[in-house]
């Protein structure tokens, strides 16, 4: 795999969105009421990138993401995903939901629908995709996440790992150029978590632009082309993942590393 961060290092300093630009984020604050949850964040993400957020419980790194598709407002700095910067203006949400597909740790699935249902109803109804149109792309990527057979059958019959790999496929159905993920499998089974993983990881090999958030650093270690630790609503520091795990600069992330790995 190529590493786009690696050959667009000498570009890192631009401050104007380019055409490989997927996300850039430039002195962006966020305050929950008086609480400063997001602190100058400085972030730019290439297409085709594979980032992995890590960091302590309460660090920001859900808002941070959340920010990116328009789930929460910031307060302050920019925001451009694909070229569109994050303002108020209702239609560039529209586009940027429909751009950015996100995946949380509860898969969110309507229990009262089929997992075909799931799929297609944000299609037919959003997008405006014929039934018939939404359905097979709804298959394709029911296949893609391997389990066709379950198209059927309702979310409360399949297992943990399944209903977090049908929202994988939903989430593609809406052909989304950057997927986002909050720790995808923190929710679930151990025995659950490779197939959810695995799925990632297709994803990742097909060039697909991807952050997770994920306390999984086996997947950092395979998948990211860049790990991102964030502390008390900072980015402290990033490094490619040899990097970041062998040599990390920062005390702060000696002690979070020294605690999970
Ligand atoms: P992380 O995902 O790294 O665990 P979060 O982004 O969820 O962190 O939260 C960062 C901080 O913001 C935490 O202190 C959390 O309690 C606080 N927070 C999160 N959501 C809200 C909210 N809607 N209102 C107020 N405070 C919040
Ligand atoms: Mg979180």
Not at 95 to 114: A, Y
Not at 140 to 166: D, T
């Amino acid at each position: 795999m190529s590493n786009p961060a690696e050959t667009n290092k000498a570009d890192h300093s631009r401050m104007t969105v380019s055409d490989n630009t997927a996300i850039q984020i430039t002195s962006m604050n966020k305050w929950y009421g008086a609480f400063h949850v997001l602190r100058d964040i400085n972030l730019t993400i290439y297409e085709g990138e594979r980032i992995v957020v890590c960091g302590p419980s309460g660090s920001g790194k859900s808002t941070l993401i959340r920010c990116i598709n328009r789930l929460e407002e910031h307060q302050a700095g920019d925001i451009f995903v694909d070229g569109i910067e994050l303002s108020n203006d209702l239609k560039n949400i529209d586009k940027i939901r429909s751009e950015v597909g996100m995946v949380f740790q509860h898969f969110n699935l309507f229990p009262h629908l089929t997992i075909l249902e799931n799929c297609t109803l944000a299609p037919i109804w959003v997008r405006k995709v014929p039934r018939k149109e939404a359905e097979e792309t709804a298959m394709h990527f029911l296949e893609k996440v391997k389990i066709p057979e379950q198209a059927n059958k309702y979310p409360g019959q399949l297992s943990g790992g399944q209903q977090q790999r049908v929202a994988i496929a939903r989430s593609l159905c809406m052909k989304p150029r950057i997927m986002l993920f909050d720790e995808p499998t923190s929710a679930l089974d151990p025995e659950m978590i490779k197939e959810v993983l695995d799925t990632m990881i297709a994803l990742a090999e097909e060039g697909m632009t991807m952050i997770c958030v994920t306390h999984e650093m086996g997947f950092a270690r395979q998948v990211a082309n860049r790990v991102i630790f964030m502390d008390q609503g900072q980015i402290v520091e990033q490094n490619e993942p040899e990097e970041f795990f062998n040599n990390p600069k920062s005390d702060r992330t000696k002690l979070f590393l020294s605690q999970i790995l």
